[in-house]
């Protein structure tokens, strides 16, 4: 049995519970003696490479040791040396390797784990590497050798492959059982890395707890199981199936440290470790909930989530250390959801309980893993982040999925409630489209682009709904798209055309379009033009010899200059020319990633296949864009000097602006925030930094660049990446075009600034001349404005009715002003609030005026009526707000007052109770003015109407004002009468 002690219970901070477990075994003794043994075997100790694949698009997340050396087992690179051992850390949530359904369930599926490896590049061979895996489990670990079953390669006849007898006898030499060496066939001992590429028949060694003997080797239970399997990496596999042997021999082993360490500790479950055991601790004091009991029954539903939450928090934690974003992989928002709502709703854990764990999980991995240790800061901060923002989509989320159990509950039996919002309006469009046998593709995309339904969410979708939906086809239209989006729709007929016969063509050779220079002299980019022949011209969405004056065309070179849209940078503009012809070129664009698609209109001429032209690009098109892609590269590095945590989301670089999305996790982007940034930018425009591109070949190189910058998730070419450099303060992968020195960038304004997402922030902003105009013209606006506050500091009621009217235009022209797209967004909020100052006083100096108006009419009706017993008067003002009920009162008698200004009119008859009569009172007195407006007589609330009623604000006409004296004398004329 598991060999545990525990020492005395501690309160507090739960961290301290780490050293009250003992095991006879702990991980990082396991690790170490691993990793110490096969380098005191001649391997050099490689470090764990980040969960995130760097530039491996086929992975969510890296899933095995292999995954950094991948490229080495495929022969194009050389290796870090002919033997390596690691500790690569791994995570397995998609794909053939999915864990994540099934964690909590059983003692050995787990999302993040590590993965124990040992590699030999065309090195030793089976016997050496048989005899180490076996010297290290017995003698060593001491596993008993009886308790161990070698597996090996049976053979298949279909493939024209011979059983592993190399490996078989190999086991026989080292002393092993022959009743333990197990043929198998392909599927349990031939590895593969994908459907061709290296591959080769594999050993395993398994553990049979319970000595239960050999029939229950790969039989899939828990008392008998894999530790450790060696891969001999021989042959390589071609797409049509057919193999060959490679030109070098690998070795690529892998052990599971979770599973081994339960092993040791004779234990057939990876939570009874030190690894699991005081998170298991920690969530019970922090959470109050009975200790975990280490139950796998179906019903143990407490236990499944104290091992649910505590796997998916190392796997968090590491994520959040590799910089993997919870916005940016949606694999990781999931699993942190469901780590959150395990918290909340099972544990009912206070607040923090995330946060708590994360220390544990640091404290547990972060001597192994460094980045964890040095990290710790962020990982806390994106995680009370993401905390805040889980009770906001919790809440909404609830309504949604109650919704969905109302309107649709056959198909809430298969959401859950994380996924209610999306789902829920997916739905009702599925409805209201009558969707009943296919989900067309243009369907799939609006579900994309205006639900937020990823592609696996519509896949999932369509399987709840029983409608088919064609991967394939989605992605096809959605590519269409985003290229109709570059191109526009009257072209994309010859797109389709030439994607149809991209293969035909050769690769465009661009490298031209990094060739330029600058005259000190006149401060002027020059770009030399390139000779090139016309290869392709497709026209109408045919490929065509020719095409003439007037004529819409996409023409492909064999070289250019011109520069294909890519990286966020717009393509270039400029003309195709040969002899009198000449082709306007509007936009390029790459097609393939390999060839540059001139686009445009020929002026003059005619331009033939085969020509051989002249290219060139409009210089000031390409410094503007050089501009503003150093822009935005100069802006990416004093907001990662600013923040503690940021990420590019995406960008845009076009000749008139730049825009730049950015992931911001509890920190303050205001105004003052803007000022820094803005300042940290002309700082190094200041300092004229020099910028430096270089070309490094294989993605592989990107890990040995210093202060890398890199757009998770990105992939980028295996061959000559380009790298840009500022002021070595960071490195970015880019492809764009960019200024020689930031010097050049003479100016840089913040123009835009507002939140695009949750977390994301979005600035746009301007260079060069541009940003000097923004500039110039915000200060020559500023001065305007600011020059009219000695006229409004005194007191407002002493301004005259002019003065008013024109600082109140003034005030609505300039805020139009201040709101122009490129208008300094600093400058703007500052103005803001001097033009909302003056609003207020002018507001304040109207109703002064107005209250003086009102009162000089009111005074003169009374003065004029000071006779009669009651007091009638239309008072008519431009605009404003007037009190009826106070002049009322201030009449001092029975009054009925109209109020008009400009399109509405109101008014109030009120007299004494004693005055009212059952033939006249405050309603009827009041009611020919109502009936004239089809308005509607009321009293204010709780009062009698017929001592005081009201005409509510009724909209008016020019006949009802042209006939409005006739009706006030038929109200007077009854109030004479009853007045006498």
């Known amino acids: 049995m598991l060999k545990l002690m525990l020492q005395p219970k501690l309160v507090g901070d739960t961290r301290v519970m780490l050293n009250s477990f003992r095991f006879k075994h702990t991980s990082s003794e396991v690790r170490s003696q691993f990793l110490e043994f096969f380098q005191a075997h001649g391997h050099k100790l490689i470090p764990s490479s980040p969960v995130l694949p760097l530039n491996d698009p086929s992975l969510l997340f890296v899933n095995a040791g292999m995954n950094q050396f991948k490229r080495v087992l495929q022969n194009e690179i050389e290796p870090p040396a002919p033997r390596v051992v690691n500790s690569q850390r791994c995570i397995r949530v998609g794909g053939k390797h999915n864990d994540l359904s099934q964690v909590g369930l059983d003692g050995s599926h787990l999302t993040m784990f590590e993965m124990l490896g040992s590699w030999s590049f065309k090195d030793y061979w089976k016997e050496e590497a048989c005899s180490m895996a076996w010297t290290l489990l017995t003698q060593h670990y001491r596993l008993d050798p009886k308790k161990l079953y070698v597996t090996y390669f049976g053979g298949c006849e279909k493939s024209g492959l011979p059983p592993d007898l190399e490996v078989r006898d190999t086991w026989l030499n080292i002393g092993v059982d022959p009743s333990h060496i197990l043929p198998f066939g392909m599927k349990d001992n031939f590895w593969e890395m994908g459907s061709s590429g290296p591959c080769g028949p594999c050993t395993e060694i398994h553990y049979d707890y319970n000595d239960k003997g050999p029939d229950l080797v790969n039989a899939g239970t828990s008392e008998n199981i894999e ?20 030109g070098g021999r690998h070795i690529d082993t892998g052990m599971g440290l979770e599973r081994l360490v339960a092993v040791l500790n004779n234990s057939n479950s990876s939570f009874d470790s030190d690894l699991f ?131 649709f509950p056959k198909e809430a039996e298969y959401i859950d409630a994380n996924e209610a919002t999306n789902f829920l309006d997916a739905i009702r469009l599925l409805e209201k489209e009558k969707v009943l046998d296919k989900l067309e593709p243009g369907l799939a995309f609006k579900l994309y682009e205006s639900h937020g339904m990823q592609e696996q969410d519509i896949a999932k979708l369509s399987q709840i709904r029983n409608i088919q939906f064609n991967q394939d086809e989605f992605t096809q239209y959605f590519e269409r798209k985003k290229m109709e989006s570059k191109i526009g729709t009257s072209q994309a007929k010859d797109f389709e055309e030439i994607l149809a016969q991209s293969d035909s063509l050769p690769s465009t050779q661009d490298s031209a379009k990094y060739v330029y220079s600058r005259d000190e002299e006149s401060g002027l980019y020059e770009f030399p033009t390139t000779q090139a022949n016309v290869l392709r011209i497709v026209s109408d969405g045919q490929v065509v010899q020719q095409i003439n004056e007037g004529d819409e065309a996409i023409v492909f070179l064999d070289s250019t200059c011109f520069y294909g849209e890519a990286g966020g940078q717009v393509g270039d503009k400029g003309t195709i020319s040969v002899g009198e012809t000449l082709f306007q070129v509007v936009n390029t664009q790459l097609v393939s990633d390999r060839l540059v698609a001139h686009m445009g209109s ?168 541009a940003a000097r105009l923004s500039r110039e013209n915000g200060v020559r606006l500023c001065e305007e404005i600011l020059s009219y506050q000695g006229t409004l500091e005194g007191n407002c009621e002493d301004l005259d009715k002019k003065m008013v009217d024109k600082v109140s235009q003034k005030i609505s022209h300039w805020k139009s002003s201040i709101s122009d797209a490129n208008f300094p967004t600093i400058l703007h909020h500052e103005l803001s609030q001097v033009l909302e100052t003056y609003r207020q006083k002018i507001v304040f100096s109207q109703r002064a005026d107005l209250k003086k108006e009102v009162s000089a009419q009111f005074q003169a009706a009374m003065d004029e009526q000071q006779s009669r017993p009651y007091l009638m008067v239309i008072i008519n003002v431009d605009k404003g707000k007037i009190d009826l009920n106070k002049l009322c009162k201030m009449a001092s008698k029975p009054a009925l007052i109209l109020a008009i200004d400009k399109g509405s009119v109101k008014a109030k008859a009120m007299m004494s109770k004693e005055m009212v009569t059952d033939d006249f009172n405050a309603e009827t007195w009041l009611q020919p003015i109502v009936d004239h407006f089809k308005g509607t007589a009321k009293a204010p609330k709780g009062q009698d109407k017929r001592v005081n009623c009201i005409l509510g604000a009724t909209k008016v006409t020019k006949d009802n004002l042209d006939d409005l004296e006739s009706v006030f004398e038929r109200a007077d004329a009854m109030a004479s009468e009853y007045f006498k």
Request: aromatic share 8%; hydrophobic share 35%; net charge negative.
């Open 227 to 246: 530790i450790w399997n060696l891969v001999f990496v021989e042959y390589n596999r071609f797409l049509n199936g057919e193999l060959e042997k490679l």
């Open 602 to 769: 020929v002026k003059q001429g005619t331009l033939c296949a085969g020509d051989n032209v002249q290219a060139e690009i409009d210089p000031y098109h390409r410094v503007r864009c050089m501009q503003n892609h150093t822009g935005t590269h100069v802006l990416n590095t004093v907001l990662h000097q600013l923040l503690p945590i940021t990420a590019q989301k995406s960008s845009l670089v076009t000749p008139d602006h730049l825009r730049f999305e950015f992931s911001v996790y509890n920190a303050d982007t205001d105004v003052e925030f803007l000022r820094r940034v803005e300042d940290g930018v002309l700082r190094i425009i200041e300092e004229g930094c020099e910028v430096q591109r270089r070309v490094v070949d294989g993605g592989d190189a990107l890990q040995k660049v210093d202060r890398l910058v890199t757009l998770p998730g990105e992939v980028y070419p295996e061959q000559n990446i380009s790298l840009i450099t500022i002021s070595d303060q960071q490195t970015e992968p880019c492809c764009g075009t960019h200024l020689l020195n930031t010097a050049h960038l003479k100016h840089f304004v913040i123009v835009g600034a507002k939140t695009a997402s949750t977390g994301v922030k979005m600035l746009r902003c301007l260079t060069g001349d």
């Open 277 to 407: 055991q005081p998170l298991f601790e920690a969530i019970s004091i922090h959470s109050g909930a009975p200790k975990y009991g280490g139950n796998f029954d179906a019903n143990a539903e407490l236990d499944t989530a104290y091992r649910i939450l505590a796997d998916h928090m190392r796997m968090i934690v590491v994520c959040l250390g590799d910089q993997v974003f919870p916005d940016q992989n949606h694999k990781l928002k999931y699993v942190l959801r469901k780590a959150f709502n395990i918290a909340n709703n099972t544990f009912k854990a206070p607040h923090g309980l995330v946060q708590e764990l994360s220390n544990h999980v640091i404290e547990s991995l972060g001597d192994t893993f460094p980045v964890l240790q040095t990290r710790q800061h962020i990982i806390k901060s994106i995680l009370e982040f993401e905390e805040e923002g889980y009770k906001k989509f919790t809440d909404k989320s609830e309504k949604n999925y109650h919704q969905i159990k109302k309107e």
